[in-house]
């Protein structure tokens, strides 16, 4: 049961260029998604979230969209930094916390 | 800023033994979570805890597996009996609501157990 799917397990981009994370879901019953940072063994790292009933969500460099029809959103991080290197989930919260498979990203300089 | 803490932070252990991990989540937080990440795969539900009691768990939570709030802080989850595909980082993570407010997670940095 996939519910969290993440297409691409990795993404390499050069530093300062955008970094577009994907994120597709099935369950509409999802009220928030939320995305997360990790480091190799570190916990999951909360970096931000939005509301199943907003399409936009911006903190800082990070800003995720939300197309509610598409059951799809994205983590766009702008100006990307090598320490931004790390793998990110996306999550969705029905009663618990669902993670996708997550997506490598490195940021060269 | 206060933070999940969980010991072990690597524990190896034999098959068919009992294994304790132990977390402390963030104080003033009222729900509790069990997750894991086996090598190379995504990070699984376990288990939530509130008011001293399972409110959810997932398919992975059989019997071997248990939960308890021994006391005001700490968090325990027990593997009765292990097996080599528990081998796994076991991740504690607690909330001050509950999940589906969209309340923030957080996730202590997670005991990595290995099963020989």
């Known amino acids: 049961d996939q519910q969290v799917k993440q297409n691409s397990p990795s993404l390499s981009v050069q530093e300062g260029r955008i970094s577009i994370l994907n994120c597709d879901y099935t369950?509409?019953?999802?009220?928030?998604f939320l995305w997360y940072k990790k480091y190799p063994a570190e916990g999951p790292t909360f970096l931000i979230s939005?509301?199943?009933?907003?399409d936009k969500n911006e903190d800082g460099r990070f800003t995720v969209f939300l197309n509610k029809s598409a059951k799809h959103l994205s983590l766009h991080i702008v100006p990307s930094q090598p320490g931004d290197s790390a793998v990110y989930f996306c999550?969705?919260?029905?009663?618990?916390?669902?993670f996708g498979g997550g997506t490598r990203l490195m940021v060269k300089p | 800023e206060p933070e999940v803490t969980q010991t072990p932070s690597h524990q190896v252990t034999q098959m068919g033994q009992e294994v304790i991990l132990r977390c402390v989540p963030i104080?003033?937080?009222?729900?509790f979570y069990w997750y894991r990440q086996i090598l190379g795969q995504k990070v699984e539900f376990l288990v939530s805890?509130?008011?001293?009691?399972?409110?959810?768990k997932s398919e992975i939570f059989d019997d071997q597996f248990s939960v308890e709030r021994p006391d005001g802080s700490n968090f325990t989850l027990k593997i009765r009996s292990t097996k080599l595909e528990d081998s796994a980082m076991y991740f504690c993570?607690?909330?001050?609501?509950?999940?589906?407010?969209?309340?923030?997670?957080?996730f202590g940095e997670g005991s990595w157990l290995t099963v020989v």
């Open positions: 993570a607690s909330s001050e609501e509950r999940a589906s407010s969209g309340n923030t997670i957080y």
């Open positions: 104080s003033n937080h009222l729900y």
């Open positions: 805890f509130y008011n001293n009691e399972i409110s959810e």
């Open positions: 939005i509301s199943s009933i907003k």
């Open positions: 999550a969705a919260t029905g009663n618990m916390l669902t």
């Open positions: 369950n509409s019953m999802f009220d928030y």
